[in-house]
């Protein structure tokens, strides 16, 4: 039996309410960490996937939602953003999000944390992002995805750079 219960999954779900949104969030018997283990667990194609990464941008954290089936181009992206951008380390994920790799949500978080949404995710009209936890994952639309981040499109590489 899979337990349900864990305090940065009601974080998030609670986020999620207050959005608005009370989406049937899914437990897994065991952890989808990756994009692919995600989408192989919830059978649908990986680019569907809305990985929630942490990044250091001139030290201060971001958040970057990306499709699966791309790359952050660290050096791209970080020239878009005007910065330096840099792959956080597992503390610093914990510290501005409450959540562990693996499980960071869009959401959920202490305080708001300035997040970049891949323009990617906008092919697919359900999209997926974990829950909090590296068991979880919940559905939503891109647009509510841009919604309850606040949200700025990106595009987190080159185009035609499947890096």
């Not at 050096?75 to 610093?92: I, N, V, Y």
């Not at 944390?113 to 891949?118: A, N, R």
């Not at 999209?127 to 936890?133: F, P």
Request: glycine letters at 10%.
């Amino acid at each position: 039996m899979v337990n349900t219960e864990h305090p940065a999954v009601d974080r998030v779900r609670a986020a999620l309410a207050e959005h608005g949104l009370e989406p049937e969030i899914t437990w897994f018997e065991t952890a989808t960490p990756t994009a692919q283990a995600a989408a192989e667990a919830i059978g649908c194609d990986v680019g569907a996937i809305a990985n929630s990464l942490v990044f250091a941008l001139d030290g201060e954290p971001v958040l970057v939602m990306t499709s699966g089936a791309h790359r952050v181009d660290t050096e791209f992206l970080g020239a878009r953003l005007g910065g330096r951008l840099t792959r956080a380390s597992k503390d610093q994920v914990k510290d501005a999000t409450g959540q562990t790799i693996g499980g960071v949500a869009p959401v959920g978080h202490p305080s708001p944390v300035p997040t970049f949404v891949d323009v990617a995710l906008s092919a697919y009209p359900r999209i997926w992002g974990a829950a909090g936890h590296a068991h979880t994952v919940f559905p939503l639309s891109y647009a509510e995805l841009l919604r309850i981040t606040d949200g700025t499109e990106v595009e987190v590489a080159p185009p035609q750079s499947e890096a």
